[in-house]
C-alpha cells in the first residue's frame, strides 16, 4: 500500500509559476514510478508528467513540455512537479499517481495508488 499527499496548489495569474510536492509512505519509494495527471471541469484525467523510481527518466504530455519538471527527492520521499510560464488551460484539479513498478509510465492503467488532488487555478 502506498500512500499520497498532495500540497501546493492555489490561485494564480498566467505567466506565474507553482511547485506541487506529494508526499508518500508505504512501499520503498525509489521502487516504483511517480506521475502527475489532471482533471478540467467536464474532462477526462489526463497525463502530466512521470519519473521512474531512479528519477533518471521523465516523460512529459506535449502541452507542458518546456514549461514543467517533475522531480523526486528519494530521501524524502516526496515528488513535485514545478510549473512555470502557466497558462488558464492548466487550470485543473491535479493528481499525484504511484505506479506499480519502476518505470515512468504515461497511462493511467500502470498507477494503483492516488491522492485525494489539488486544485490549480490560473487566471487570465
Known amino acids: 500500500q502506498v500512500q499520497l499527499v498532495e500540497s501546493g496548489g492555489g490561485l494564480v495569474q498566467a505567466g506565474d509559476s507553482l511547485r506541487l510536492s506529494c508526499a508518500a509512505s508505504?512501499?520503498?519509494?525509489?521502487?516504483?514510478?511517480m506521475g502527475w495527471f489532471r482533471q478540467a471541469p467536464g474532462k477526462e484525467r489526463e497525463f502530466v508528467a512521470a519519473?521512474?523510481?531512479?528519477?533518471?527518466?521523465?516523460n512529459y504530455a506535449d502541452s507542458v513540455k518546456g514549461r514543467f519538471t517533475i522531480s523526486r527527492d528519494n530521501a524524502k520521499n516526496t515528488a513535485y512537479l514545478q510549473m512555470n510560464s502557466l497558462k488558464p488551460e492548466d487550470t485543473a484539479v491535479y493528481y499525484c499517481?504511484?505506479?506499480?513498478?519502476?518505470?515512468?509510465?504515461?497511462?493511467?492503467?500502470?498507477?494503483?495508488?492516488w491522492g485525494q488532488g489539488t486544485q490549480v487555478t490560473v487566471s487570465s
Open positions: 499517481a504511484a505506479a506499480d513498478s519502476f518505470p515512468a509510465f504515461i497511462t493511467r492503467a500502470a498507477y494503483l495508488y
Open positions: 519519473t521512474s523510481g531512479g528519477g533518471s527518466t521523465r
Open positions: 508505504g512501499r520503498t519509494f525509489s521502487s516504483y514510478g
